[in-house]
């Protein structure tokens, strides 16, 4: 017996994000005492930002796979004008952030860019940022007091993490990587895709209903 399936993981990415969110802030709001450094906490606050990269990257990645391989269903109402203009880029898009590509899907699409310095670019531009110092992290001595850039932006964005109030450890990654942080990410991955496919004019995967268990 041959069984051919087509896979959407976005839709698994996003529960993922919903999911490790919530265990981390299960286990901020247990917390009562010193500050301490819990291991299934970073975990979890972790694996919630690389899930809602990934579950990024998969929306805009099945979006043109579909295209490329003339797949019907979720791409229908595109034209075939846009679907043309997508096979065609989707080769040179290969390796290319996933913001380039919704930015090129909406530009075939005659769709409205998004503004790069808004959000909900700007969070999804960060969230990407912070996935990559956590994917491509090094061994680096922090100072209190003394946040980069990236840093200073995020601070503005959420709560820091109950388990380090009180605590004089440098911002990231103690207080930064914290259940504020999980939240943010998962508001700012949806946030972002709903509005990309709002724009496309096109039900993805991901908002189908799937019969998942509450994250």
């Given amino acids: 017996m041959v069984v051919g399936m087509r896979t959407y993981p976005s839709a698994y990415y996003q529960w993922a994000t919903q999911h490790f969110a919530r265990l981390a802030r299960d286990i901020e709001t247990a917390h009562t005492g010193n500050p301490t450094f819990n291991v299934q906490h970073r975990a979890f606050v972790t694996n919630a930002v690389l899930s809602a990269v990934a579950f990024l990257e998969a929306s805009i990645n099945e979006i043109f796979d579909d295209v490329a391989d003339r797949h019907r269903g979720y791409v229908d109402p595109l034209t075939d004008e846009c679907k043309r203009l997508m096979a065609g880029l989707w080769d040179y898009t290969e390796g290319r952030p996933f913001l380039d590509k919704c930015q090129l899907a909406l530009l075939c699409s005659n769709s409205a860019a998004f503004d790069t310095g808004r959000p909900p670019y700007e ?38 993490s109950r388990l380090m109030m009180g605590s004089a450890n440098p911002y990231f990654p103690d207080h930064c990587l914290g259940a504020g942080c999980a939240e943010w990410a998962a508001q700012s991955a949806i946030g972002f895709a709903d509005e990309f496919f709002r724009r496309l004019k096109l039900i993805p995967n991901y908002q189908r209903d799937h019969n998942f268990p509450p994250p």
Avoid: C, M, Q
């Fill in 123 to 160: 969070d999804a531009d960060l969230l990407n940022k912070l996935r990559n110092r956590l994917t491509h992290s090094s061994a680096v001595t922090r100072i209190t007091g003394h946040e980069d850039k990236l840093e200073k932006v995020l601070k503005k964005k959420f709560s820091s």
